[in-house]
């Protein structure tokens, strides 16, 4: 007994598995801060794949119908998507400036309607709360117009000019190379490795393009929905604040409601009785949306418990910011196709249930063979 107990010189993971494992650690942790430094670059990277994939079935088509090589098409489809934004600006623009204007224009009497309401003035009777609005908003606006407005606008226009070229020059390249970038990957593997590949790029491909086809729908639902609602209840500057709802819906878990705060404010300056139809209407959508709507646009794409969906948008809130709440329920769905294909593999590779493993032919040389008599 005290001789099994006794350590043996190779007992213990030794110098080359530690030094490995040391090496793997220190080359995670720098490729972790590499990302986080460069996160920036990552953000556009993430929009530009999720918009090669979200073109690619448009690009399909362009090709079977023009018979052009596929850079052609692709520049076909940025040009079909320019003419298309130069045509909504023309529609939607004016009215949308109009809109503006007439709500700025009536800031002025929404706030004369709060200071004389009578929960404001005893509140402020109490506790002071209009001198202290009153600092914060002088506060706001010295910030807003410090010494350095025009500089801070002019690079952040040029950044913005930037981000956008960038994220398009990226997303042609992916487009064009994605094809030729799978079938090098494919041919690098054979037999069920290669099956597994395959599995886990089409179920990829099918979560991001069912994921931005899905939201993009769902937005566009939400926004035609909330704007007929806006014009029976008689909520002015609809196109607004129905392009507001649908840009809110991009952002998981919260869009929903940062989308209604505006037209639901502007309800309750019209009347209470506006106010509290608004607030009901909101109410019964989110849950039509949310139990009819995205599973019938979404059943497809991604499919992940709530719990994972929370827990992927806090991930990718904390690491990448806004960017990183919109690509987290997409990459926790790839995540999990992933783990799905290699349990599969895993099932597939262990023998079935109630079956000997294979023997070899070969007898046991620690056994006697049969004597001939």
Not at 31 to 57: C, E, K
Not at 189 to 199: L, N
């Amino acid at each position: 007994m005290a001789d099994r107990l006794r350590a043996r010189p190779g007992d213990g993971p030794s110098t080359a598995s530690v030094v490995r494992v040391a090496l793997t650690l220190v080359g995670l942790a720098a490729l972790l801060w590499g990302v986080w430094i460069s996160r920036t670059v990552v953000q556009w990277l993430a929009i530009a794949v999720f918009l090669a994939v979200a073109i690619d079935p448009l690009v399909g088509l362009v090709r079977r119908r023009t018979a052009l090589p596929r850079a052609g098409a692709i520049v076909a489809v940025y040009v079909l998507g320019a003419v298309a934004t130069v045509v909504a600006l023309l529609v939607f623009v004016p009215p949308l400036f109009d809109a503006a204007n007439g709500l700025v224009s009536a800031i002025p009497q929404y706030i004369d309607q709060v200071q004389n309401s009578s929960l404001v003035q005893r509140l402020d009777r109490q506790y002071g709360v209009l001198d202290q609005v009153r600092v914060q908003l002088l506060n706001l606006l010295s910030s807003i117009a410090g010494p350095n407005v025009a500089v801070d606008a002019a690079s952040r226009v040029v950044s913005g000019i930037i981000a956008v070229v960038s994220v398009l020059v990226l997303t042609f390249l992916f487009s064009l190379y994605g094809p030729a970038v799978r079938r090098w990957a494919e041919e690098q593997v054979d037999g069920p490795a290669r099956e597994r590949m395959c599995s886990l790029l089409d179920g990829a491909y099918k979560v991001v393009a069912g994921y931005v086809v899905g939201v993009a729908a769902v937005a566009l639902i939400g926004s035609v929905v909330a704007s007929t609602f806006m014009l029976i209840a008689g909520i002015p500057y609809i196109p607004l604040l129905g392009l507001w709802v649908a840009m809110m819906t991009f952002i998981p878990m919260v869009g929903a409601t940062l989308g209604a705060i505006p037209y639901v404010t502007v309800g309750f300056f019209q009347s209470w009785q506006v106010g509290v139809a608004a607030l009901v209407f909101w109410a019964v959508y989110q849950m039509i949306e949310n139990h009819f709507v995205q599973p019938m646009i979404q059943r497809r794409a991604v499919r992940l418990n709530p719990l994972w969906i929370i827990i992927a948008v806090l991930v990718g809130t904390q690491i990448l910011g806004l960017v990183g709440a919109m690509v987290s329920i997409p990459l926790a769905g790839i995540i999990q196709v992933a783990t799905q294909v290699w349990f599969r593999a895993r099932h597939e590779e262990r023998p079935a249930e109630g079956t000997a493993p294979p023997q070899d032919d070969e007898p046991d040389p620690g056994t006697p063979e049969p004597s001939a008599g």
